[in-house]
């Protein structure tokens, strides 16, 4: 029953009404971390050619989505600065976390949440604070238990020594929860990390465990940055000699490199898209052109970037480590917007023979995709694993049958094209270990296949023929008449006669058995994937 004496200051009208002092206070808290609250900050992110977190945050997340946790946390500091200064110069402890949702407009609210986390560079370089580690571990255990996504934007220099209020409850922090929940998400949900700046120590650990390293040309990340370096006497350096993009890119550290802070967050939209299911609205190229993207001359190369392009719906090829293990293409695209993990040979590089870099590149993707639940499409023209004595150099057995253990082991749709070549171990390996553990393994017109390369297997299999020619042309004749007795053994249209690949098809179809493929393909048993984690490597 309302009391008529009692008067109620917030009956005035909206927009007018004065704020209780614990609502006030509240409010102004939460001020100190907005952007518009930190003019110099800004501006210094600014000058580097970079956002700032909440920017890059509000960016990823659909508008109004994103809601924060944490937010009014302050650096373990009290004991050496006042509280108003730390309210003032550390919000949020250096890290943003919170729930928001990605692509919901194209997927739905239920499929697009997902947990986000960001070291704030702007807040004590980003640097892994006594409560953001708390804040952390309070996050990654909602992760596992939701199930959702991870972002994670990982620019800063590693712990922090200055949080003198921990030292009573805290003397090394190695007993920390941190990187064990962090890498326990592994294989359980997508996680994307995005890095602009400076990456060291335990921000690059964290980062290191991601399933995808999207960063910027003016990125640098180390396990351990000059700091570190200088301490453990291994000489001084500057935060830009220690793990540059020239350097990371080429060894498979980073997996996309992007101009800025805008394209990694359009790239990690994009990345998180395949994982969160069809589109309804494509595009694609006028699948005949396929048929004469592959020469006639079966020893020029081409460009099988072309072909993806082609094949795949328009703008949906995502290719991840461009720059590492070049005899081997892998990324993500879309057939009729429904999603695929995508390996292929390159034969501009080593004429596609498979390297261990290449070969741990394929792995990894099919570790993705088993986790992620994504069907495998793999355009094959390779004359087999790289072979001799400065290859295995590189420990080439132990990685070329990485491919082997890990495609034996899959659970999702995995679909073989022979584009071209299709030689010895180096094929079965991009078949998912052979022609027939593929759904459906097809060729086009222009396969052709062999226990090795067909050159070689006259070399070795005709030398007593060959070298009892005298005359150099003879020989030569006689050579390429072997050559082409072997060439039309093994063109696609009789290995497909003797049953060793299911058809031969025109390339402009090729979408078609996909599709074909993938709605005959019975659905996997979740229960049954193989793969509990994916390599971080």
Same mark, same amino acid.
């Given at each position: 029953?309302? =009391?008529?004496? #009692?008067?109620?200051?917030?009956n005035?009208?909206?927009?007018?009404?004065?704020?209780?002092?614990?609502?006030?206070?509240?409010?102004? &808290?939460?001020?100190?971390?907005?952007?518009?609250?930190? +003019?110099?900050?800004?501006?210094k992110?600014?000058?580097?050619n970079?956002?700032?977190?909440?920017?890059?945050?509000?960016?990823?997340?659909?508008?109004?989505?994103?809601?924060e946790?944490?937010?009014?946390t302050?650096?373990?500091?009290?004991?050496?600065?006042?509280?108003?200064?730390?309210?003032?110069?550390?919000?949020?402890?250096?890290?943003?976390?919170?729930?928001?949702?990605i692509?919901?407009?194209?997927?739905?609210?239920?499929?697009?949440?997902?947990f986000?986390?960001?070291?704030?560079?702007t807040?004590?370089?980003?640097?892994?604070?006594?409560?953001? $580690?708390?804040?952390?571990?309070?996050?990654?255990?909602?992760?596992?238990?939701?199930?959702? +996504?991870?972002?994670?934007?990982?620019?800063?220099?590693?712990g922090?020594?200055g949080?003198?209020?921990?030292t009573?409850?805290?003397?090394?922090?190695l007993?920390?929860?941190?990187?064990?929940?962090?890498?326990?998400l592994?294989?359980?949900?997508?996680?994307?990390?995005i890095?602009?700046?400076? %990456?060291?120590?335990?921000?690059?650990a964290?980062?290191?465990? %991601?399933?995808?390293?999207?960063?910027?040309?003016?990125?640098?990340?180390g396990?351990g940055?000059?700091?570190?370096?200088?301490? @453990?006497?291994l000489?001084?350096?500057?935060?830009e000699?220690?793990?540059?993009?020239?350097?990371?890119?080429?060894?498979?550290?980073?997996?996309?490199? !992007?101009?800025?802070?805008?394209?990694a967050?359009?790239?990690?939209?994009?990345?998180l898209?395949?994982?969160?299911?069809?589109?309804?609205?494509?595009?694609?190229?006028?699948?005949?052109?396929?048929? =004469?993207?592959?020469?006639?001359? &079966?020893?020029?190369?081409?460009?099988?970037?072309?072909?993806?392009?082609?094949?795949?719906?328009? @703008?949906?090829?995502?290719?991840?480590r461009?720059?590492?293990? %070049?005899?081997?293409?892998?990324?993500?695209?879309?057939?009729?917007?429904? +999603?695929?993990?995508l390996?292929?040979? =390159?034969c501009?590089?080593m004429?596609?023979?498979?390297?261990?870099?290449g070969?741990?590149?394929?792995a990894?993707?099919? #570790?993705?995709?088993?986790?992620?639940?994504?069907? !495998?499409?793999?355009?094959?023209?390779?004359?087999?694993?790289m072979?001799?004595? *400065?290859?295995?150099? &590189?420990? #080439?057995?132990? $990685?070329?049958?990485?491919?082997?253990?890990?495609?034996?082991?899959?659970?999702v749709?995995?679909?073989? !094209?022979?584009?071209?070549?299709?030689?010895?171990?180096?094929?079965?390996?991009?078949?998912?270990?052979?022609?027939?553990?593929?759904?459906f393994?097809?060729?086009?017109?222009?396969?052709?296949? @062999?226990?090795?390369?067909?050159?070689?297997?006259?070399?070795? @299999?005709?030398?007593?023929?060959?070298?009892?020619?005298? *005359?150099?042309?003879e020989?030569?004749?006689?050579?390429?008449?072997? !050559?082409? #007795?072997?060439?039309?053994?093994?063109?696609?249209? =009789?290995?497909?006669?003797?049953?060793?690949?299911?058809?031969?098809?025109?390339?402009?179809?090729?979408?078609?058995w996909?599709?074909?493929?993938?709605?005959s393909?019975?659905?996997?048993?979740?229960?049954?994937?193989? $793969?509990?984690?994916?390599?971080?490597?």
């Amino acid at each position: 029953m309302v =009391n008529p004496n #009692q008067t109620n200051e917030t009956n005035s009208e909206p927009g007018t009404e004065k704020l209780r002092p614990e609502l006030a206070e509240v409010i102004k &808290r939460h001020s100190y971390g907005l952007d518009e609250n930190r +003019p110099d900050a800004v501006a210094k992110r600014e000058k580097s050619n970079q956002r700032t977190a909440r920017t890059n945050i509000y960016d990823l997340c659909d508008d109004d989505s994103f809601i924060e946790y944490g937010a009014l946390t302050i650096a373990a500091q009290r004991q050496r600065r006042s509280v108003d200064d730390l309210i003032e110069r550390t919000p949020a402890d250096g890290l943003i976390t919170g729930v928001g949702t990605i692509n919901s407009n194209q997927f739905g609210e239920e499929k697009a949440r997902c947990f986000v986390m960001a070291y704030d560079y702007t807040v004590l370089a980003g640097t892994q604070g006594f409560f953001n $580690h708390k804040k952390m571990d309070r996050m990654l255990k909602l992760a596992h238990e939701q199930h959702l +996504p991870l972002v994670f934007f990982g620019e800063g220099g590693g712990g922090r020594p200055g949080d003198v209020d921990a030292t009573g409850v805290m003397i090394s922090g190695l007993d920390l929860s941190t990187f064990g929940l962090f890498g326990g998400l592994s294989g359980k949900v997508p996680m994307v990390g995005i890095l602009s700046g400076v %990456c060291f120590a335990g921000n690059a650990a964290l980062m290191g465990c %991601c399933d995808v390293i999207i960063a910027t040309k003016n990125s640098n990340i180390g396990m351990g940055g000059p700091v570190m370096i200088e301490g @453990g006497g291994l000489g001084s350096f500057t935060p830009e000699e220690v793990g540059p993009m020239d350097v990371q890119t080429k060894n498979g550290v980073v997996d996309i490199l !992007v101009e800025d802070d805008a394209e990694a967050v359009a790239v990690a939209r994009q990345y998180l898209s395949y994982f969160q299911g069809s589109t309804t609205e494509w595009q694609v190229k006028d699948q005949k052109a396929l048929r =004469n993207l592959i020469p006639e001359n &079966r020893r020029r190369v081409y460009n099988v970037r072309k072909v993806i392009e082609t094949l795949a719906d328009e @703008g949906s090829f995502l290719e991840l480590r461009r720059d590492f293990g %070049c005899g081997m293409i892998t990324g993500f695209i879309r057939i009729e917007g429904k +999603p695929f993990g995508l390996i292929a040979n =390159n034969c501009m590089h080593m004429g596609g023979a498979i390297e261990a870099e290449g070969a741990d590149k394929a792995a990894r993707l099919m #570790q993705i995709c088993e986790a992620h639940g994504l069907p !495998v499409l793999s355009l094959i023209d390779t004359p087999g694993f790289m072979v001799g004595p *400065d290859i295995e150099e &590189r420990a #080439q057995v132990r $990685h070329v049958c990485r491919m082997f253990v890990i495609g034996s082991h899959l659970t999702v749709p995995y679909f073989s !094209v022979a584009l071209r070549r299709g030689y010895g171990l180096g094929a079965m390996a991009m078949a998912r270990g052979g022609f027939h553990e593929s759904f459906f393994t097809a060729a086009w017109p222009t396969g052709e296949f @062999g226990a090795m390369g067909l050159e070689g297997a006259v070399k070795s @299999g005709y030398r007593k023929e060959l070298n009892a020619v005298e *005359d150099p042309q003879e020989r030569e004749a006689l050579y390429n008449k072997l !050559v082409d #007795q072997l060439y039309a053994r093994g063109k696609a249209v =009789n290995m497909a006669s003797y049953l060793e690949i299911d058809s031969v098809i025109d390339p402009a179809d090729t979408r078609r058995w996909i599709l074909r493929g993938l709605k005959s393909a019975a659905a996997r048993d979740e229960a049954n994937a193989k $793969h509990a984690y994916v390599d971080t490597w």
